[in-house]
């Protein structure tokens, strides 16, 4: 059976360290991944429908899963937006697939970034991190003949951690390239 070479990181190296580190006294209270939330706002759609159809087909082959369009909840009218109008695409992944993806972003797409000097190390206070991505072409699923519009993406990390420190420990073991300041 196939498992992510992440997760067994995970299991061997960084529950061991963080439990060290914090001074857990069961494994069940170190904090996991538990799931990836990568998220593309579309506000061009309004005019391009087609624009949406290109991003649910290049967000699905960047997660390796079918991306769902997402609607707007209420009327804008200086954006021209009616409540239900499809706005955004999303995709959640979980288990393996989170792994893989979690390990092409590390190792393949973040140094793709041209002058890249680490992420923001900002977490949102209850242990979730959120990682905006100014252009899809970084991975290497995304064929750049065939793109529409280069669009920007947000990944965010759902952690199991109580605190932002906790959480911060967990990405960084699992080998996420913050930046060294404390901002």
């Avoid at 990390?157 to 960084?172: G, N, P, Y």
């Amino acid at each position: 059976m196939y498992i992510p070479a992440l997760q067994t990181k995970y299991k061997d190296e960084i529950v061991p360290a963080l439990m060290k580190e914090f001074g857990y006294k069961t494994i069940m209270q170190v904090p996991k991944l538990q799931k990836i939330v990568i998220n593309q706002g579309v506000g061009q759609a309004i005019a391009d429908k087609k624009l949406l159809e290109f991003g649910v087909k290049e967000l699905s082959d960047i997660a390796g899963q079918k991306a769902v369009q997402t609607n707007s909840t209420k009327d804008i009218s200086n954006f021209k937006l009616r409540k239900n109008m499809p706005i955004g695409i999303m995709v959640t992944l979980r288990r393996d697939r989170m792994f893989e993806f979690l390990e092409r972003l590390i190792s393949v797409a973040l140094p793709r970034i041209r002058d890249f000097k680490g992420i923001n190390s900002k977490l949102d206070g209850r242990g979730n991190y959120t990682l905006g991505i100014t252009e899809q072409i970084i991975f290497p699923e995304i064929d750049l003949d065939k793109i529409a519009k280069i669009m920007g993406l947000q990944v965010t990390f759902v952690t199991s951690a109580d605190t932002d420190e906790e959480a911060l420990a967990l990405l960084k073991n699992f080998g996420l390239p913050f930046k060294n300041n404390k901002n």
